[in-house]
């Protein structure tokens, strides 16, 4: 008995049966780790049926119960299917169209996955442990908390009840409408009916929280819900989060579609947020900060993570993909909003120059043959895993990104708002977005974008003898392809430094001539998603005025200057070249890749080399240094910390200046590395290997007073080139370490020269066990680092084989294949590097 599917994919639940609203009630039992509950579901039966399929994982089921139309049907007993995750009802009966509720009670587990209604546990300040009961549905995992229709698709209304012990707070979507003493230890708790929307989007919390006062944002109540004892981290998620609220009513002209809005941090959380409308979840670093201790970059997160989710309760929320291909777009909008938002937020944190650093990450999966499409087809939500990477967040949101700055910002944002407008508590498809653009900026949205979302992949844009083409760019040579496409229509700004505007050109397959006067920069603001490759007569003519172009067009020089080198197009001496004439600018970003390329050109080399390698460090380095010192001077610039970080990261960390290294072991002995400075100094001083230090990184990690300092020793410990101690912490990720970290700090202590490989071997050693452990979203980032592994081909083939006779169980296989060819192209980087030194 299984239903008739509206479509070939068996995953997709029948329509003969919709439901309209749910009413659930729930007890959780946070001691015993269990749940019982009951749905009702008022629902539209469109066609007559004998039996009633929905989605169900890891529940104990009852009969369902129909009632309609003056009539009652019981259910047989419920029949599972464990492959598509559902749940059928068979009836003796059929039930006749109309109108009808479905009634079903049933019992669960609160489980440790961080999916469907899961346990989280803290210490508080006290040495109190605490329990919290708490949802995260996306993908298709409200299943796990209730039956349901768990599609996109399937909109309804959900009143939701929780019975929980007294002294514990309750959260849910809707504002509380009642709140009823039992007179035993418990109490009722009813929210009221949020508006129409998905399953993935609903969410109840229960445990010991404090709360913010609330704030009133032109009628919308806003709190941060937090941990005992967190209140003093909560300032600048509240001003944040009223900012966006504002912001965005405004940008996208329809008022916030809720009816309140709780953000939420929770202790154990898989990802960086979850936008359930009006009880957005967070993990604690994306939500609480100190920002008079935390660094720029620590703060900047915070506010773009909650401007990100808030984004989401008009796109995505409001407005939802009709099925799991779709969702791409709803975070890649988030994406592209939350810096949108985040410019107006701190316009002095030049927010689309920092966000080149992600972009560029995006860049480098994308040059590889196994990277993918932006969109692909889904069929079973487990294939959805493959999209929460950085060819969604980042490449989806920099195409948009192009795309406004093509358009035009006030073009683009109307289109938006009558997309919006016109979809409002619906589902759509990609294309609708791109119809609703074309329709009001009168351009080829359309065929542009698709030639960006449905192929993998990117061009080099190359401007030579006066004119543009374009070709793939590949890291592994223009003979390999895989799935990176074949030509795109580009959207390319050029510009002549002799005061021009920028000019508009779309690149097909056929060469574009630019008329602007020499010299022209391509890519001009440094919207493109593509790299950019100049003529020897072209480049001859910019390179002396490098000065003038602007800071996110410097950045993007040096971006494209490290691709061309990682993909052995252009040499050190090139690379170098380009690196020095920085200046002194303020701008850490394009700093940022000459310290990434340093890195990796330092360890593809062996120790003789290397001291080449030092020299020409210092020459970049140490007038910065003289420059701009340890201590922050007065009108410094906000991102001017993050700049003198890196410079000392370099002189420190690649150089092994002695009196660098020895004021930082000084300022860590004296706790005095607030900021910017105190990752890099963290980094320095593992570097050093002291007795004892690792005892102490782990003590002021356990004792961390904010998520920022917990996180800031956890991530350090990688630098320490102990074996023993690289083995005993990625031991303790097993044991001690959050499940929400290990899988984030393991890959990063897989990086340490040294070490790293008895650390990969250490996990693939444990691999039955990780993948148990950790959340199945979390299984491919184990892999995330090994591309660092360039030196050793003995080690390479290793890992290789290991990978590709133990695949990862859920996630996406291909972010593996990613990790592994990024490897072998950093092996034919390291080969070329060896031969110029």
Avoid at 47 to 59: C, G, Y
Avoid at 373 to 396: A, H, N
Avoid at 691 to 712: H, I, S
């Amino acid at each position: 008995m299984f239903p008739t599917m509206t479509s070939s994919n068996p995953y997709r639940l029948s329509r003969a049966v919709v439901p309209r609203a749910y009413r659930i009630f729930l007890t959780p039992d946070l001691d015993g780790a269990t749940f019982v509950g009951r749905v009702e579901i008022d629902v539209e039966v469109t066609e007559p049926v004998p039996q009633i399929t929905m989605n169900s994982k890891n529940l104990e089921l009852g009969a369902a119960v129909v009632t309609g139309a003056g009539s009652s049907h019981r259910s047989d007993a419920p029949v599972f299917d464990e492959t598509y995750e559902t749940v059928t009802f068979p009836f003796h009966e059929t039930l006749p169209v109309g109108v009808a509720t479905v009634e079903i009670a049933f019992t669960g587990v609160l489980n440790d996955q961080l999916a469907g209604f899961y346990r989280s546990t803290y210490t508080d300040d006290a040495g109190v442990a605490h329990t919290i009961a708490t949802t995260q549905f996306e993908h298709s995992d409200a299943r796990q908390a209730f039956p349901c229709w768990d599609e996109p698709s399937f909109k309804a209304t959900y009143q939701v009840n929780l019975t929980v012990p007294s002294h514990l707070a309750a959260i849910s979507n809707s504002p509380e409408t009642s709140n009823t003493d039992l007179g035993n230890g418990q109490r009722s708790v009813s929210f009221a009916p949020t508006m129409i929307m998905s399953t993935y989007l609903v969410a109840f919390v229960v445990g010991p929280f404090e709360f913010t006062d609330t704030i009133d944002v032109d009628g919308v109540p806003l709190r941060v819900v937090y941990p005992i004892g967190k209140a003093h981290l909560t300032d600048l998620a509240l001003e944040a989060g009223a900012f966006a609220l504002r912001f965005f009513a405004s940008y996208f002209d329809i008022a916030y579609p809720g009816e309140k809005l709780d953000m939420v941090a929770i202790p154990d959380f898989a990802f960086g947020a979850m936008e359930n409308l009006g009880c957005v979840t967070y993990r604690e670093t994306a939500l609480l900060v100190d920002p008079s201790t935390a660094s720029n970059a620590e703060v900047q997160r915070v506010a773009e993570v909650v401007h990100h989710e808030i984004a989401h309760m008009w796109f995505g929320d409001l407005v939802t993909m009709e099925w799991w291909e779709g969702i791409w777009l709803n975070e890649a909008f988030a994406t592209f909003m939350q810096l949108v938002c985040t410019n107006a937020f701190r316009p002095q944190w030049h927010i689309w120059t920092d966000q080149a650093v992600l972009r560029d990450l995006a860049m480098h999966i994308d040059g590889l043959t196994t990277t993918r499409p932006i969109e692909y087809e889904v069929i079973s939500p487990d294939d959805t895993q493959g999209m929460f990477d950085v060819l969604t967040y980042e490449k989806g949101g920099s195409v948009l990104r192009m795309l406004e700055q093509y358009l035009g910002e006030t073009v683009f944002r109307d289109g938006i708002r009558h997309y919006l407008r016109k979809h409002s508590y619906a589902n759509t498809v990609t294309g609708d977005l791109w119809d609703a653009l074309e329709e009001v900026s009168g351009q080829p949205v359309r065929a542009m974008m698709d030639s960006w979302i449905l192929q993998g992949g990117h061009p080099m844009v190359t401007f030579t003898d006066g004119k543009l083409t374009q070709r793939p760019f590949v890291f592994a040579g223009p003979t390999e392809r895989g799935a990176i496409g074949d030509h795109w229509l580009v959207p390319v700004l050029t510009r002549s430094l002799e005061g021009d505007e920028a000019t508009h050109h779309l690149l097909r397959s056929e060469p574009v001539a630019v008329t602007d006067a020499a010299p022209v920069v391509v890519n001009a603001g440094g919207s493109g998603f593509f790299r950019t490759r100049y003529g020897a007569a072209e480049l001859a003519a910019l390179a002396p005025r490098i000065d003038e172009l602007d800071e996110l067009e410097r950045a993007t020089l040096l971006a494209d200057s490290w691709a061309a080198l990682f993909a052995s197009q252009i040499t050190w001496r090139d690379f170098y070249a380009v690196a020095s004439g920085l200046g002194d600018e303020n701008e850490p970003t394009p700093w940022g890749f000459v310290a990434t390329a340093v890195d990796m050109v330092r360890r593809a080399l062996d120790e003789p080399a290397r001291e080449v390698l030092v020299l020409e460090v210092r020459r970049l380095a140490e007038p910065q240094f003289k420059r701009l010192g340890w201590d922050r001077g007065e009108d410094e610039g906000e991102l001017t910390g993050q700049l003198r970080a890196i410079v000392i990261g370099l002189l420190g960390g690649v150089c092994h200046d002695r009196d660098v290294r020895d004021e930082a072991r000084r300022r860590f002995e004296a706790g005095t590395m607030d900021g910017d400075l105190a990752p890099v100094i963290l980094r320095i001083v593992a570097d050093q290997n002291r007795p004892g230090d690792y005892d102490t990184f782990l003590e002021r990690y356990r004792t961390a007073p904010t998520p920022q300092d917990a996180m800031r020793y956890l991530v350090a410990i990688g630098g320490f080139s102990d074996e023993s101690i690289a083995l005993d912490a990625a031991e303790k990720s097993f044991s001690e370490f959050r499940s929400q970290d290990a899988p984030i700090v393991l890959p990063l202590y897989m990086r340490n020269e040294t070490t790293g490989p008895a650390v990969w071997r250490y996990v693939a050693s444990r691999w039955d066990e990780a993948q148990a452990r950790f959340s199945t979203s979390h299984h491919a980032r184990l892999t995330s680092g090994v591309p660092t592994f360039i030196n050793d081909a003995a080690l390479a083939d290793e890992v290789d084989a290991f990978h590709r006779a133990n695949p990862v169980v859920g996630g996406y296989p291909a972010t593996v294949e990613q990790q592994l060819e990024r490897m072998r192209v950093g092996q034919t980087f390291a080969a070329a590097i060896r031969n110029q030194f």
